[in-house]
């Protein structure tokens, strides 16, 4: 064969030859970065897929267990069952499943008391990229669990029963959505101890029960009137039976009552006779709106005082004239040069505060002294600062229940809810809190070994904080309320908030510190309208029982 012979420079300028280099490099690495960039998105593609598919088995096997509980279904229905809920709930876009891989396995109680329902789903998509590699499909599975009977529930419900909540059905409707939730949580209890509910009405002070004296701070509720004690009223040693009453509601707050029962009857005058003789007995506090719980006694020294009262023309000897009077005064009246000068005679007295018997108290305390105001720190005898501040608060709220499964008294006492007094939540946040304790005061049934617990606390307001034990600011009490609800949710309450706004004319802002309180965003709920208080109660009981789902 003839040799070819090949310039030497031709040969020099082919090895140094670099144009469509890149263009041919380009094309060979085309194919796997495309390879790469459709397996993206294919893999995304199964990935939303196969999240669709939990969040619906995770559904399904709920429903499942909640019809199994609640009775509804046998053990033979289960699986087609959740096959239906399944189908109801998982719309694929693209992916493609067998009713046949749906699977639903009921396991009874176990040793500790569970019973779980295990869901299984599996599926597939056809591929858009990966069928140039030899993948046309790609596969993923779930699996759900549904467990029950070991996580018991606790739930404290602190309720507002203030003044403002007479107005647009809210109450009414509060005490419907409170008793379903009462009647849906206890269908939960298929064991004695799976479920314990608490009730805390509240206005300025929560209720505590007036049998529930060991951990009272007397102090307040026995104190005679502040402005009294300082400052005793005019010839205040000369007011006894029969004179007139001393006190005013312009001067001191108050005016006299015949006896020193709460909301006895107004009286102009010092009783002369019974039980009663010569007690001067101060009302309800205008301001405060407090009884006091005591009189004062009077103690006949066997003195008198002369005094004049009255020199001029128009003086008169009549004991309605503004004079003290009463039983033994006498009066004179003098004429000199035409000029009347009138003088009483009256007896002295030694006034003693006799202080109410306790058995008189309605069960009202206010908030515990700062900082125990925001914590749950047992209270202690011989430690006035962590005992619990008694007032005859007239506004004061039906009587708290504690942890209770006796659901039929827990409806009854919410029946019995009546909308009176001011707003303080943070009260009524911290008795739920200790309901939720198996310490003092209220101590709660004790946690037995073997089941894991959840504590929630349902928080419900239809206004603004408006008055504690030390102010009326809202922002200062919202503060206090806030480092309460911090402690609560560190000690692993699931905190619920519900506002009730329901004016047209002016509603409230939104509550910053009850959305603050709730443990998240979901668990806050706004409702404008009393109908939709059933709603919001629903949505919380849906969230508290909701059986566990382990995988």
Known sequence: MPRVSVPRSLLARFASAEHGNIAVIFAIALIPVLTLIGAAI???????????????LDSAALMVAKDLNAGTITEADIESKARLYFQGLYVPKDAIYSTADIRATYTAKDDKGASNIVMNASGYIYTEFMKLTGFQTMEFSTKSTSKWGDTRLRVALALDTT???????????????????????????HTTGDVYISLIPFSRDVNIGSGNTTYVNWDKWESEPANIKTTKPANWQNYGP????????????????TTPVNGSASTSTIPSSGTYKGYICPGLDNSSRNYYNGCYSSVDLGTTTTRTFCTGGSCSCSFDKGMIGGTGSTCSCNTVNWTKTCTETVRNYKHDWVINDHSTWNGCVIDRDQ?????????????????????QYASCSPALTAMSNSWSALKSSIDGLYPAGNTNQAI???????SLSQTAPLSAPSKENGYSYQDYLVLVSDGMNTQNRWTSDQN?????????????????????????????SSPDPTSAVLQYCASSPA???MITSAGQTAAAFQNVTTQISRLHVAQ
């Open 242 to 257: 029969g004179s007139k009453c001393p006190f005013s509601s312009q001067s001191h707050g108050f005016r006299c009552v």
């Open 523 to 525: 668990y806050f709920q």
């Open 428 to 434: 009524g946040a911290a008795w739920g809190w200790f």
């Open 42 to 56: 294919d893999y995304s593609r199964a990935v939303r897929a196969r999240t669709s598919m939990q969040s619906a």
């Open 163 to 189: 003044g403002s909540m007479s107005s647009d059905e809210k109450m009414p409707n509060l005490k419907s959505a409170a008793k379903t939730m009462v009647d849906q949580l206890s269908n939960l209890n």
């Open 371 to 391: 900082n125990y105001d925001t914590t749950k720190d047992v209270p202690t005898l011989g430690d006035p600062a962590k005992m619990f501040y008694a007032e």
């Open 476 to 504: 200062t009490i919202d503060a206090r309320q806030k480092i309460l609800c911090d402690n609560i949710k560190k000690a692993n309450v699931q905190i619920f908030a519900i506002q009730i706004n329901t004016s047209t």
